[in-house]
């Protein structure tokens, strides 16, 4: 029974790129949460999604920032025209229901911006 | 405004002890709390759930209190282990707004000796 998947682990893009974040919730879970994690702070909530659904997005920045998950395939972060302050380690996270319900995480994807 | 504060000093404990870590919060109304776990260069690992109505939850050597009244969240772990090195998160919901999306704290990091 796998895990949440993340892919890639690393990532290292240049200022004004578009970095793509993947997540595979697991098995049967239809609820997916990404989340950001500077060194030395707490995870910050950034976006919730259902299938084809964005429920809240309320922690997402409103530039340059957007998030899918399609009825087929894996979550997508997208970020676009990356600055430095862009470098982060990306979580997603999946649940059997709603928010209410306990959360697993996948490894993470650390993004590098240079 | 909200807070959630954990400790952010380590906790040093000697192998076989019991080790207590809080979490705080402020000008929140949870319905439920969570603790979850974060080895470094990984994603947190769920512990416990514990609902607003539950007074304590019990996992092996984890016990988890909610005291809605100190607003204050003990997570208790008997007969420690060095393998219990880690941080640990706890994390609460926003309550209205409807999403009841978690909030983590920064995390309290747990050293046990041997």
């Known amino acids: 029974n796998a895990g949440v998947m993340q892919n890639p682990r690393h990532l290292v893009r240049r200022r004004g790129q578009e970095a793509r974040l993947r997540c595979s919730p697991m098995?049967?879970?239809?609820?997916v949460y990404w989340y950001r994690q500077l060194p030395e702070e707490g995870l910050k909530f950034m976006v919730y999604l259902q299938k084809e659904n964005i429920i809240d997005e309320s922690g997402m920045p409103k530039e340059r920032f957007s998030a899918e998950f399609p009825k087929e395939g894996p979550s997508i972060l997208r970020i676009q025209q990356v600055v430095r302050g862009d470098s982060a380690a990306y979580f997603c996270?999946?649940?059997?229901?709603?928010?209410?319900?306990?959360?697993?995480f996948g490894p993470g994807t650390r993004l590098t911006v240079t | 405004s909200q807070k959630i504060e954990q400790n952010s000093e380590a906790l040093n404990i000697q192998e076989g002890k019991t080790a207590t870590l809080t979490c705080n919060y402020t000008?929140?109304?949870?319905?439920?709390l969570q603790w979850y776990r974060q080895d470094p260069g990984r994603g947190p690992v769920f512990l416990l759930l514990?609902?607003?109505?539950?007074k304590e939850k019990r996992k092996e050597r984890l016990k988890v209190t909610f005291d809605t009244t100190l607003k204050q969240s003990l997570f208790h772990i008997t007969a420690s282990q060095p393998a219990d090195s880690a941080t640990y998160l706890c994390?609460?919901?926003?309550?209205?707004?409807?999403?009841?999306?978690?909030?983590f704290g920064r995390g309290t990091s747990l050293i046990v000796h041997p």
């Open positions: 000008n929140y109304s949870p319905a439920y």
């Open positions: 098995k049967g879970h239809s609820h």
């Open positions: 996270a999946s649940s059997p229901g709603g928010a209410r319900y306990e959360q697993y």
């Open positions: 994390a609460l919901d926003r309550g209205s707004g409807g999403s009841y999306i978690p909030t």
């Open positions: 514990i609902r607003e109505n539950e």
